[in-house]
């Protein structure tokens, strides 16, 4: 990818709305061109700082009623008697009518939901760690050095374990953004591959919930909520060892 097509693009990376082939394809550009990359971090700074200061208004209680009472009143028009001869013309314009809702209504369906936006996000952020040397902002296998490293830069305390016993040592941990969120991620390792764990606290409903997996472009997570927290775990391991992966770290947690 040249500059020109990854300059056009990048503001929809910034934004997440790219696809996984097209983000991989920017963040190898990156990687080997300062000029873009130096672009793409004031483009994240500018996101950044607009999330944080933007100024939202509440619209007013009042403000419909004073609307409605500021339109002129509609004319009452008679009632007219039903004809009987077909308005062939009414029936074509109906029949349009009714497609076009349909169509739109398919559109709806077809769009991802929250939840699949969502699980792009964690893999998109998985694989930009591959990519890059983003990997990790605080390199360490000891929880006590780990943890108190988010400190101040995180609005709750993730729980961090080292699984090394169990074949899941700690590598370290980062900062990064999902869900329109500063979120903590974990990094493990099993053998050779990496596993991202992503942190951050539920929203809505803190009840703990049973696992749920998927598959996205040869990747695997799960998702899971427990004591208030929501986790992805994100890896190209096996399913069956993303599985044990979850169940060591919930037995840590719980302690059993």
Known sequence: MECKETLELLPAHVDRELGLPESME???HLK????CRAEYAEQLALRA???KDVTYFNVPGHLESRIEA?????????????????NWSAMGAALVSIVAVAWSIS???ALPSAEDRLADEVVSSHVRSLLTSHGVDVASSDRHTVKPWFNGKLSFSPPVYDLTTEGFPLVGGRLDYLDHRPVAALVYRHRQHIIDL??????????DTVP??????GYHLV???????????????????LGKFRETLLTHMTGS
């Open 26 to 28: 920017i963040e190898r």
């Open 32 to 35: 080997t061109c300062p000029p």
């Open 49 to 51: 700082a607009i999330r």
């Open 70 to 86: 500021a339109l002129p009143s509609a004319p009452a028009h008679r009632l007219l008697p039903a004809k009987r001869d077909w």
């Open 107 to 109: 559109l709806y369906l």
């Open 198 to 207: 992503f942190v951050a606290p539920a929203t809505g409903n803190k009840n």
């Open 212 to 217: 749920g997996s998927l598959s996205i472009q």
């Open 223 to 241: 998702r899971w909520a427990h004591g208030g927290m929501v986790f992805w775990a994100v890896s190209d391991v096996e399913p069956a060892q």
